[in-house]
Each structure stands twice: as C-alpha cells, then as structure tokens.
C-alpha cells in the first residue's frame, strides 16, 4: 500500500515556541492532505485540508494562525503549531489519499508535548 | 451531517474466539464505510472499506465487515482473534460527494486476553 511519513515522531517544546511537523507521501502524489488531532482514548478530529499551491481549507474552530499548514509540494506537507501552549499537547496525524481518492492512507503521528 | 457510533468503548474477548465491533452510521446521501485499526502510539491502517457492490467486505488479518443500509450498520467480525489484534479500531464514514472527508467514531478498544 501507499506509505505516508511524518517527522518528527516525537517532540517536546517550551510554551510560547513554534514546531513544524512534516507529512510526506513516499510512493505517490498527494494534491490533498489531511491534517488531524487526536487526544488520549479520543477519536480522531479533522482540523484542516492541506491543499497544494493554494491555501488549507481550516474546520470550524480550528484557529488557522495557530496552526498554520504549507503543502508546498505534491509529496509534502507542513504543520507549524505556533506558540505552543500545554493545550496543544497531543497527537497530530496527517492522511493522504491516493488512487481514485477514497482511501486514505495516514502517517505514524506525532506526539507533541509543550511544557 | 454525518456521524458514526461505536457505542463499545472495549471489547475484552479471549484468544481464539469470535469477536464482533459495532458501528452505526448516520447520514442522508450515500456514504463510503471504512475500519481503521490503530496500535499503540502509531497512526492508523487501513483494515478495509466498503464502496460500492457486495456488502460483505473482506479485510487484512481476517477481518470481514457487511454493510447494512436498512440498519445503516457496518459492523467488523472476526471468526477468531489473536493477541495481536488488540488494538484501537475506528470506524470511519465519508459521503460520496466529498469523499475525502472521514468522519470517524470515537473508536473501540480490543482486548484479547490468553
């Protein structure tokens, strides 16, 4: 199957600093990513719609100048959460579909942590 | 809008014996049907889908799911579990029209004991 990657897997920040998280299609191209959160023993929720040259389709209450999204190019996509407060501690997972688009492949996540 | 119910937070079963997850869906146009399975601090892989024809979907690792439009269920099933599969398992909804929109459960957590 298609492989998404993500990095770092893990990262641990002070509050008040920025961290980049990178999402990338390995074997295939991506015009569309999907950005997603996860909290502890909770489902996944849609946080915004990566898309290529042109800007992230944001969900409601998604604050997109934190959380700000660059799909720079068909394989990659980026996950900047600026000013990292304790609250946005969590786990971040990006998809890609493939193919005809129905299926959607997701990376390992990344766990963040912000003291 | 959609939504999808995994009313089962966790399911203990023991090793070797069948094991049944629930979903239920809701939605007003047609919809694509997916199970998910997510291990420990990893992301999630796909177990199998449904889109269209028969409503009996075969999966990796033995699982096998029927959809159900009257009862707009679509339930995974495996015959006989391992060790291996416990895991987070989600359920997953996305309508045909913007198909690339997953709407997920809030999951279920498998746990095959010896």
């Known amino acids: 199957g298609a492989v998404v990657s993500q990095h770092p897997s893990r990262v641990i920040c002070k509050s008040g600093t920025s961290v980049k998280i990178e999402c990338r299609s390995l074997d295939f191209q991506a015009t569309t990513m999907f950005w997603y959160r996860q909290f502890p023993k909770k489902s996944l929720m849609l946080m915004a719609t990566s898309n290529e040259g042109s800007k992230a389709t944001y969900e409601q209450g998604v604050e997109k100048d934190k959380f700000l999204i660059n799909h720079a190019s068909l394989t990659l996509s980026t996950l900047t959460v600026t000013s990292a407060h304790p609250e946005d501690s969590s786990f971040y997972i990006c998809?890609?579909?493939?193919?005809?688009?129905?299926?959607?492949?997701f990376g390992p996540g990344t766990r963040l942590l912000v003291l | 809008a959609q939504s999808v119910t995994q009313l089962d937070s966790q399911v203990p079963v023991f090793e070797e014996a069948p094991v049944e997850l629930r979903c239920n869906y809701s939605s007003s146009v047609s919809v694509y049907l997916f199970w998910y399975v997510q291990y420990p601090n990893q992301g999630l892989q796909l177990l199998l889908k449904y889109l269209s024809g028969s409503t009996l979907v075969k999966g990796i690792n033995g699982f096998e799911a029927e959809f159900n439009k009257s009862q707009t269920s679509f339930h995974l099933r495996k015959p006989s579990v391992h060790i291996s599969d416990t895991a987070e398992y989600f359920c997953?909804?996305?309508?045909?029209?913007?198909?690339?929109?997953?709407?997920f459960g809030t999951g279920t957590r498998l746990l095959v004991s010896p």
């Open positions: 997953a909804v996305s309508d045909t029209g913007s198909f690339q929109k997953l709407v």
């Open positions: 998809s890609a579909p493939t193919g005809t688009g129905e299926t959607q492949y």
